[in-house]
């Protein structure tokens, strides 16, 4: 895209905004009503173009991506009339007689990148909360997957307003491009070394970001005693959150686990159990399991599992076919702590168990690590579900299963420290692009004279009351006027 028309899709982009049309509610209903019908009509496309780039099952990709877009759509839909009224909040007595709301008003034109592993979800579900709050915006899909980025550049213009929403496509020269320009918001998921890119573009124009990254998402699995159906179950959830969505390749998936020594062959057992009954005996030939998306992804993953002493501590899988970006779910034991797959994020089909003496060790070693966006825990002990949850810090806790955090829209869902920051999801979305704008009124009768000069010990006296008694201290207030 040459700069002339980038420079003009921006100013059509403001004119939109400062045309006022994005404000109204029903400007913004009609286009979220707009992406229902895409996703509607288009259903079968999407899940063409999700198998295309990443071999994604249609009904992994309904639970993951369309799904929670509809669900999301239905929310905001049904809330909106609610989130954008103003709200009254209380004002303390030293401004009295006044009366306080927060007044929600849209940052203006915003810019959205996404990432490749959720190609819809990740795009869509900020440009709901980006429309819902009254923006104009742009929506840069990532070019790794090149088919479900494709379909958005085609459609989105058939069902919303082309004027004030676009989707620009393109690599990094298109975002290094998008980013020269001001935005009054910029919205990122992808990994940190992008978003520390992001950031300093960002400063340049005091642009507010929020920041969606990733990192190693721990699990912890405690022992369930005798319940023996219990961790089967646990298991379940874990492979599930380590395999079954897009094989590996998602932020809130499960990067490593962390069992007691003692248990681990057990545990190990029971994953195996769980990998043949989800793929069968030979997974390649699975429908179910999500292809790498790439081939630099699939040689990161095999530059992880290359190193001799990782590669003695796979215990079940390790099988590549690179023709085919297919890599077995794989399992290992104890590799060492410095090499790579323990460091970065895998991103990808390995689950590398680490053991502990006792279970309590897992605070200390997650508290080792950056703070990941997700943390799971699977136990019983009440206590120990405490402590983790109050001696740890993550983007979010969740205590005895995987991944479910995230179709819940009543809870913010971001990152802290190197997972990134900002929240979304539902409400979360629409705060997100939004600004509580502060208004207060104030009545012209009633001038309290404690407040101004001359000063006095007197007025001094009052001020304390109004400070540290708020409503009790009016009436003294209203006889020191009289006073005064
Ligand atoms: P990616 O490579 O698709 O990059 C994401 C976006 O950044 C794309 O739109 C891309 O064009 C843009 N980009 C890439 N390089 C750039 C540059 N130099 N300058 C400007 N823009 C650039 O995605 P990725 O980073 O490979 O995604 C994987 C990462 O994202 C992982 O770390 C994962 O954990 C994280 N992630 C986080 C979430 C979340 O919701 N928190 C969701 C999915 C992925």
Known sequence: MEMLHLEEVMEELRESFRSWKTRSAEWRKTQLRGLERLLQEKEREIYNALDEDLGKHHTEAYRDEIGILVKSLNLFLSSLDDWMASKKVHVPVIAFPTTGEVVPEPLGVVL????????????????????????????????IAPACSSFLAKNIPLYLDNKAIKVIEGGVPI???????????????????????????AAKH????????????????????????????????????????????????????????KH?????????????????????????????????HFRRLQKLIEDPLVAASIVHGGSMDEKNLFIEPTILLDPPLDAEIMTEEIFGPFLPIITLKKIEDSIEFINSKPRALSLYVFTKDKTFQKQVIAKTSSGSVTVNDTIIQFACDTLPFGGIGESGFGKYHGKFSFDAFSHGKAVLRRSLLNEMSFGYPPWNDYKLRFLRAAYNFDYIALFLLLIGLKRN
């Open 206 to 261: 005091l642009t507010p970001v929020t920041l969606e990254l990733g990192g190693k998402c721990p699990a912890i699995l405690d022992h369930f005693s005798s319940l023996r159906d219990r961790t089967v179950v646990a298991v379940k959830r874990i492979v599930s959150g380590k395999w079954c969505l897009c094989s590996g390749q998602a932020c809130v998936g499960v990067d490593y686990l962390l069992v007691e020594e």
């Open 175 to 201: 975002a290094e491009r998008l980013l020269e320009n001001k935005w009054d918001k910029i919205f990122f998921t992808g990994n940190a070394r992008v978003g520390r890119i992001i950031m300093s573009a």
């Open 112 to 143: 959205i990148f996404s990432s490749w592993n959720f190609p819809f979800g990740l795009a869509l579900d900020p440009l709901i909360g980006a429309i819902a709050a009254g923006n104009a915006a742009v929506l840069k899909p990532s070019e």
């Open 264 to 296: 681990a062959s057990e545990v190990i057992e029971f994953i195996k159990d769980w990998l043949k009954k989800y793929y069968g005996d030979d997974p390649q030939k699975s429908h179910s399991l999500s292809r790498i998306v790439n081939k630099h």
